[in-house]
T-cell receptor, first 115, second 119 residues
Framework: AQSVAQPEDQVNVAEGNPLTVKCTYS??????LFWYVQYPNRGLQFLLK??????LVKGSYGFEAEFNKSQTSFHLKKPSALVSDSALYFCAVRDVESGNTPLVFGKGTRLSVIA | DTGVSQDPRHKITKRGQNVTFRCDPI?????LYWYRQTLGQGPEFLTY????????KSRLLSDRFSAERPKGSFSTLEIQRTEQGDSAMYLC?????????????????FGPGTRLLVL
């Protein structure tokens, strides 16, 4: 069965500093990986996804994520954090070889960017 | 606004009552998903439709939960005889897979959710 782990419930970072939100995954085959962000009282907004090709994926709002197959990780990064980046971030995975399986989400990581 | 919309945004009900939520997907999106999100957790898949066909419903939480998409456009999620444990955010998402081969590479676009509180 596919699963996602987001090992940090909370990440605090100072405005202007680089940020990393960690995600590791488990699938039987190859993964499709996604990052979403959720602001208070809002639905999830798509940030980026890894399907194939370049391991470094660039997405919305200056975010990027690096796919590392050997470490089964897909960490979200941004070179310079903004206070407006403060939100709840979810990593999600689908197993390429398991048919039309549902998207499986991690528990989320709350990012707090301090001015 | 051409995003996914959900109605109502908030619902408070008493235990034992039935509730129905509506989701309007992005126009021309043929896939529609329902998820439940409880506090401190990520969204949990419930069911999905391709056009009007419900292709997966084994993950609905109990037989009190049902969903429809009669004309392949909007969808409704109904919870009968609500229980306090049903209190959660119910999210809807829609997508338009690029091809049948890469369906699972699709991007799902989420609505704002319906927050249910069962007293």
């Amino acid at each position: 069965a596919q699963s996602v782990a987001q090992p940090e419930d909370q990440v605090n970072v100072a405005e202007g500093n680089p940020l990393t939100v960690k995600c590791t995954y488990s699938v039987s085959g190859n993964p499709y990986l996604f990052w979403y962000v959720q602001y208070p009282n809002r639905g999830l907004q798509f940030l980026l996804k890894y399907i194939t090709g370049d391991n470094l994926v660039k997405g919305s709002y200056g975010f990027e994520a690096e796919f590392n197959k050997s470490q089964t990780s897909f960490h979200l990064k941004k070179p310079s954090a903004l206070v407006s980046d403060s939100a709840l971030y979810f990593c999600a995975v689908r197993d390429v070889e398991s048919g039309n399986t549902p998207l499986v989400f991690g528990k989320g990581t709350r990012l707090s960017v301090i001015a | 606004d051409t995003g996914v919309s959900q109605d109502p945004r908030h619902k408070i009900t008493k235990r034992g009552q039935n509730v129905t939520f509506r989701c309007d997907p992005i126009s021309e999106h043929n896939r529609l998903y329902w998820y439940r999100q409880t506090l401190g957790q990520g969204p949990e898949f419930l069911t999905y439709f391709q056009n009007e066909a419900q292709l997966e419903k084994s993950r609905l939480l109990s037989d009190r939960f049902s969903a429809e998409r009669p004309k392949g456009s909007f969808s409704t999620l109904e919870i009968q005889r609500t229980e306090q444990g049903d209190s959660a955010m119910y999210l809807c998402a829609s997508s338009f897979p690029p091809t049948s081969v890469f369906v699972i590479a699709e991007t799902q676009y989420f609505g704002p959710g319906t927050r249910l509180l069962v007293l």
